[in-house]
């Protein structure tokens, strides 16, 4: 639970879980410093990490008076991102992972956002990919107006809890990540606002994070991903059981085309490529053709290719 903000608030909390970081937390923590709007607190939870983390987190804030250095056994990001919250004091908070790294102006752009449409619950932004070393510059994430139920189930277009942004009021309301989810417990948690409150989830149009893909590149376990997938649907789903209900056929249709996408990414039979497109149109073809329609024609596209194509041709061609 969060306690009482004092009356002299900060304008942010800013908190930054990290777990084995020490290659990455000085950059991150360096674009948190080097934002236009000042008036935050950065509290960087140490989630148990056996290397240099937090001596490296301790030099990057440099004797900086608003960087504040917790540890936690660990617990994973989820808890540690509450213990952040619990220690909060700003009327809004914002994440950013110890592995990415923010636009100077991210702050305040959604300083600005959440003051001039008061109905906005949760703010973000969009997300430019980069490689593990953050040298070269990949694809951008779409501008998604706002949010609904099923898309953010089903797509979840925010990318990255680094691409966070939600008044104190809501985590009041809603409470804080679902530390028992492996997978997708930020996703989770901006459903549950929707499903469970009348705040309005919206995107600012403009590129505001720099998201590091890891070394191992894409996943190929999609079994995996679905299980996954299930079980935060099923955490909504305790929650607002109706909500839920109403909204899933459009996000089961959503989520099988990116498995397929993803299929075809990672170079999966492309038996199973088709099996996961087939899905998606038996649950909603609607939402197929009215959610990024060039997607799932080039999904579409993309498995009629697959036997003819080469691998690397085929990953290029479906990358967005």
Not at 33 to 38: G, P, V
Not at 94 to 109: I, K
Not at 191 to 214: E, F, H, N
Not at 294 to 304: E, F, P, S
């Amino acid at each position: 639970m969060l306690t009482a903000a004092p009356q002299h608030q900060l304008l942010f909390t800013v908190v930054m879980p990290a777990y084995r970081a020490a290659e990455t937390i000085g950059t991150a923590i360096a674009s948190v410093l080097n934002q236009s709007e000042a008036r935050f607190e950065l509290i960087v939870v140490d989630d148990g990490s056996p290397d240099d983390t937090v001596a490296i987190a301790e030099a990057a804030a440099s004797g900086d008076r608003r960087v504040r250095v917790i540890r936690q056994a660990n617990a994973g990001p989820a808890a540690a991102r509450n213990h952040g919250i619990a220690r909060s004091q700003g009327r809004s908070i914002a994440f950013l992972d110890a592995d990415d790294r923010w636009a100077p102006d991210m702050l305040a752009r959604h300083r600005d956002h959440l003051r001039n449409v008061p109905p906005v619950g949760v703010s973000f932004g969009r997300v430019r990919f980069y490689d593990p070393e953050m040298t070269v510059a990949g694809r951008v994430s779409a501008h998604v107006p706002t949010l609904t139920l099923a898309r953010s189930i089903g797509e979840n277009p925010i990318c990255t809890t680094s691409n966070l942004v939600a008044r104190r009021e809501v985590f009041e309301r809603v409470g804080g990540f679902n530390p028992t989810l492996n997978h997708a417990e930020d996703q989770e948690w901006v459903a549950r606002v929707l499903a469970t409150t009348r705040w309005d989830v919206r995107g600012i149009d403009a590129v505001l994070v720099d998201y590091r893909t890891s070394a191992g590149g894409l996943s190929a376990d999609l079994t995996g991903m679905r299980r996954g997938w299930r079980a935060m649907i099923d955490s909504i789903r305790a929650h607002a059981p109706n909500e839920v209900a109403a909204a899933e056929a459009e996000a089961s249709a959503l989520f099988e085309r990116y498995l397929a996408r993803r299929a075809l990414r990672t170079g999966q039979p492309t038996a199973q490529a088709f099996a996961h497109f087939w899905k998606a149109i038996r649950h909603s073809p609607f939402a197929l053709l009215t959610h990024a329609p060039k997607r799932t024609l080039l999904t579409a596209a993309g498995i009629c290719a697959a036997a003819i194509l080469p691998p690397a041709l085929l990953r290029s061609a479906i990358v967005r």
